[in-house]
């Protein structure tokens, strides 16, 4: 997948599946104390770990790219501290009440395009993946979970998403509607979806992003094949913001994205 939504494609199959909860009751590591903002040195330390294998299938928004396949190996690790899924990596700090706070590191391995993707991209400057990192937080609530982050990345900006998603459980199966909304500065817009003065060809003018907003929405369906394997698939649909709607590069401004995986939990 070429595109801004690249990190979710590996986290989604097990970062917020239902049933990798299921059978933790206390998955957010309380100290007991939910008057105000408890670190958790204090918390039991409960260590859990899997290994599988994903796919994704997303559209690519650039014009004359078109959908690409990418094969998804995964590794989980949750304890009291570190929660590691894909290719993200998020550093508990504490908790506020059902508020678990934490450092958030990512990297969006596929983002970006290579001149040669698309004809339509040809003379442009390779646009690569980066390091994203910044504060997260999630929210367990009695009518689903909403979690967020701000991250950022040097000179390609930053990013503020918010997700909210609730589970329906139906004996080995778990169908989780969720809907996202999220934000993207002006560089970041530039540096993956601009067209710099060098860049400009006929029918290809020169373009400056934009700030913009984009939105989402899908349902992600696990089923639970033993006490320890997990099958998730998750379908959904994005909507791109006018900042990048606008750029000349752009041939799509719906993007639907589908992905299935595999995971194995050890403990």
């Not at 494609?9 to 007991?32: K, R, T």
């Not at 260590?47 to 559209?59: F, H, I, N």
Request: charge should be neutral; charged fraction near 20%.
């Amino acid at each position: 997948m070429r595109g801004h939504r690249s990190q979710a494609v590996i986290a989604a199959v097990v970062l917020h599946s239902s049933f990798v909860q299921a059978e933790e009751p206390n998955a957010v590591p309380f100290s007991g104390d939910d008057t105000g903002f408890t670190l958790l040195s204090n918390a039991t330390n409960v260590t859990k770990w899997g290994l599988g294998v994903g796919a994704s299938v997303q559209q690519s928004p650039y014009r004359g790219d078109g959908a690409q396949f990418s094969p998804i190996p995964i590794v989980y690790f949750d304890d009291k501290w570190v929660h590691f899924a894909g290719t993200t990596l998020d550093l508990k700090i504490g908790n506020w009440s059902s508020v678990l706070f934490s450092l958030r590191g990512t990297y969006a391995i596929d983002d970006g395009y290579k001149g040669s993707d698309a004809t339509a991209l040809n003379g442009m400057q390779n646009r690569k993946g980066a390091l994203w990192y910044g504060p997260a937080l999630e929210w367990k609530t009695g009518i689903g979970t909403l979690s967020g982050d701000f991250l950022t990345s040097g000179n390609k900006g930053q990013r503020a998403s918010l997700d909210f998603s609730h589970a329906f459980e139906y004996g080995k199966f778990s169908i989780e509607p969720h809907v996202g909304a999220e934000w993207l500065s002006r560089k970041y817009v530039d540096y993956y979806y601009g067209v710099r003065p060098s860049e400009t060809r006929a029918g290809r003018n020169e373009y400056t992003g934009k700030a913009t907003y984009d939105v989402s929405v899908g349902t992600r369906i696990d089923y639970r094949l033993t006490q320890h394997q997990i099958v998730s698939f998750d379908v959904g649909v994005s909507r791109l913001g006018s900042g990048i709607k606008d750029s000349p590069i752009v041939g799509k401004t719906t993007i639907p994205e589908a992905r299935l995986g595999y995971l194995y939990q050890f403990k």
